[in-house]
């Protein structure tokens, strides 16, 4: 059987991605593993961010919303080719948790009459507390039922249900859900879908547009490289958008912003999901990463993606073998996303102590280590590097330093 790295060496040289590394920057001496947290940095941003504060903004001043205004319609449909949208249907702009309460509640308010707001009880967090915030607001249940039963709970009481928010992929196990199939069960109910891509977005395709979703959101600092606080999306299915009734009626969604009117009126399509003015420097720094995906085929960074993720859990099947470890993500592909997440009980101190080695990952309480591997930049190498450091920090007794327990945000 070959080694190790004998294979990750012989799965980089197939790569079709080994000249868009050299597209960004990672930190020197470190193995990148926290894509799917934070991207990282496209050398496309610095001069792009350079220019934008200094002629743009210094010598354009207030004169250059003229310029910006375009460019964040055409940011919208630069995601949208990648959610697989039709022209006109997605909008950048606001964090994810701004665009999750303006699409759930608009969302809602489309099915007046169905007191079920249906979600997954492990969704990311601001999801959760979002789907309760909205459910108070226009009065609504929240059943929190997981993927696999949701089929089951639709049958059931899907006539109750107006909405059913799900995550594309699982920000915890990295476990894929099947968006096609939940979409057409919820819609078999006559209930709408709110998915939040956040995990999927940049990683595979989507096929939004042929799926039929409703509404998506997501945001774009993960596997994009927006940078940090990077505008986060929405789409709207096109039959949808004219009927959007959205609790955040910001002046810039007007139909005309500068008229001062008396009274909200809704820009028409998906102009009316904007808010306020747009974070435009961080507007620019995604522009600037998403030129990235004019050279790549999403399904190709899919199938670099799997063989990643693949190479991970068999690296970790040999590599760690006896020490504690639990691979949770799926093993079959078509059940996985692009990070891979291990259990073990001292997850925390793990990851700091591997941090230290550099190798840079993440942890999602209350045990699990999280790798994301990004085909854009992620070598299989870097994968080997990850986890034979992780056996070797074990082996050692690293993570047992008192300094790794000690909890630090963000961390
Ligand atoms: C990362 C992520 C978010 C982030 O929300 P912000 O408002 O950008 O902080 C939301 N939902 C999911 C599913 C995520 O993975």
């Known amino acids: 059987m070959k080694s190790l790295d004998a294979k990750a060496e012989e799965l980089d040289a197939k790569s079709p991605f080994t000249h868009v590394r050299e597209r ?14 934070l991207g990282a940095l496209s050398s496309n941003v610095p001069a792009a961010l350079e220019k934008a504060v200094l002629q743009e903004w210094g010598q354009g001043v207030v004169r250059s919303w003229i310029d910006w205004m ?8 630069r995601v949208g080719s990648l959610l697989g949208a039709a022209p006109g249907c997605t909008a950048v702009g606001d964090s994810t948790s701004v665009q999750l309460f303006n699409a759930l509640t608009a969302a809602a308010r489309l099915r007046p ?24 607001l226009l009065g609504l249940r929240v059943h929190r039922v997981a993927v696999p039963d949701a089929a089951e709970f639709l049958r059931a009481h899907g006539d109750e249900v ?8 699982d920000y915890r196990t990295g476990e894929l859900w099947d968006l096609p199939k939940l979409t057409a069960m919820a819609h078999g109910a006559g209930a709408l ?13 989507l096929d939004l547009a042929r799926h039929d979703v409703d509404f998506a959101v997501g945001c774009t600092y993960k596997y994009l490289s927006g940078g940090p606080g990077a505008p986060a999306f929405v789409y709207a299915a096109p039959r949808h ?24 009126r809704p820009a028409p399509g998906i102009e009316r999901t904007r808010i306020g003015t747009p974070p435009m420097l961080s ?16 399904f190709e960074v899919r199938s670099e993606s799997l063989s990643l993720t693949s190479f991970l859990i068999d690296c970790a099947d040999e590599l760690l073998a006896g020490r504690g470890f639990e691979v949770v993500t799926p093993r079959q592909e078509n059940q996985r996303g692009s990070h891979v997440a291990l259990r073990h009980p001292d997850a925390y101190p793990l990851v700091r102590a591997l941090i230290e080695r550099g190798v ?19 070598t299989h190498e870097d994968v080997y590097r990850c986890v034979v450091t992780l056996r070797d920090v074990v082996d050692a007794g690293e993570h047992r330093d008192p300094r790794f327990r000690l909890r630090k945000a963000f961390g």
């Open 70 to 77: 375009p460019v964040l319609s055409a940011l919208g449909e």
């Open 24 to 37: 960004f920057r990672r930190p020197d001496g470190t193995v990148y593993m926290g894509g799917h947290s």
């Open 360 to 378: 840079i990952g993440d942890m999602r309480e209350p045990d699990l280590v999280r790798f994301g591997c990004n085909a854009l930049y992620v």
């Open 162 to 169: 107006g909405v059913a928010a799900y995550p594309a992929v």
């Open 283 to 298: 507007a620019l720094a995604l522009n600037a990463a998403l030129d990235v995906y004019d050279d790549v085929e999403l």
């Open 241 to 264: 958008q004219e009927f959007l009734d959205q609790p955040l009626t910001g002046w810039l969604g007007h139909a005309e912003p500068f008229s001062g009117e008396e009274a909200y």
């Open 113 to 136: 009459d169905r007191p079920v707001l249906l979600t997954d009880p492990g969704h990311f967090p601001t999801d959760r507390y979002l789907a309760d915030s909205v459910a108070r």
């Open 193 to 205: 879908t709110v998915w939040d891509v956040s995990h999927a977005v940049g990683a595979m395709p």
